[in-house]
């Protein structure tokens, strides 16, 4: 009776360990994941270039640009009024993260899990908290677009509009970083502090110091707006042509993929995105480890 008991116990751990691996793992850590100018459809890219589609079909965004961004083992895309949270890229685990939004450009966590979206079209920034309180974060912004999270914890934000790079420290305040730029898509920091930005005019990538130094990176094959670096340094650039370029950090170009398509935002997966917490990968050894007392 005891031992039937203990089997049962061991059936329903094993039923959860293996429930639990197919969602922490629905994503690879290293594929890239890219959305279009106004189409619904996102791709993925291997680490080897080759481009898969997904079954995610974003609502609603055929009048917008949906970026993408990938926090806590999901993937979340936006669409002209809304934002969606995908735990995998079959289309089949999608729910709505966030409504009544006013085309919202880009997304960011912060380290506390508060959620930032900027809102191209009423120039705010909107935060929505863990326990999902939402607030008016930031205002006066001309064509917000996309995030980059400082060190600080400060937000780094294009102005598409304004042309210009605006800083936001934790109480909404703004303070303009760089100005005089045409059109600044994406932004993002590498792993010492240096800022690029995507020029959607000219078609360029510039580079920032952290004490604020501009200078030029490498051109693009067109305008670009997604920017996302992988974990040996190299910043990948989407294209509007439908090529994604790789730059080592010396500025050297190589094509990385071609998606055939107009490229809005790209994200990789990372090991943040795909891993479980310490405290869960205690929970799953210690299941794995009464399973097989009892097997024996």
Request: charged letters at 10%; aromatic letters at 14%; glycine letters at 10%.
């Amino acid at each position: 009776m005891e031992h039937s008991f203990s089997r049962k116990i061991a059936i329903i751990l094993l039923i959860f360990i293996i429930s639990f691996f197919s969602q922490v793992f629905a994503f690879t850590i290293g594929d890239l994941y890219v959305t279009f100018n106004q189409g619904s459809q996102v791709s993925r890219i291997d680490a080897s270039g080759n481009v898969f589609s997904t079954g995610i079909t974003i609502p609603d965004a055929s009048a917008t640009s949906p970026p993408i961004l990938f926090h806590d083992g999901s993937l979340y895309t936006g669409s002209i009024n809304s934002i969606f949270k995908h735990d995998n890229d079959q289309g089949t685990a999608s729910s709505t993260f966030a409504t009544s939004l006013n085309r919202p450009e880009g997304m960011i966590f912060d380290s506390a899990g508060n959620f930032y979206v900027s809102q191209f079209n009423s120039g705010v920034v909107t935060k929505i908290t863990p326990s999902n309180q939402k607030s008016t974060f930031a205002t006066g912004l001309t064509g917000p677009f996309q995030f980059a999270l400082h060190s600080s914890g400060d937000l780094f934000i294009t102005e598409f509009s304004g042309g210009r790079i605006t800083r936001i420290n934790s109480s909404g305040q703004t303070s303009t970083f760089a100005s005089g730029l045409t059109n600044p898509t994406d932004l993002v920091f590498d792993a010492s502090g240096n800022l690029f930005v995507s020029l959607h005019g000219p078609s360029q990538i510039l580079k920032f110091t952290p004490g604020g130094t501009q200078s030029f990176f490498a051109n693009t094959s067109s305008p670009a707006e997604g920017l996302a670096f992988d974990a040996n340094g190299n910043l990948y650039v989407g294209n509007n042509d439908g090529t994604i370029q790789r730059f080592t950090p010396s500025g050297q170009a190589s094509t990385f993929a071609n998606v055939g398509g107009d490229i809005d935002d790209i994200a990789f997966v990372t090991l943040n995105a795909a891993v479980p917490e310490p405290s869960t990968w205690f929970l799953m050894f210690f299941a794995f480890g009464y399973f097989w007392k009892i097997k024996k």
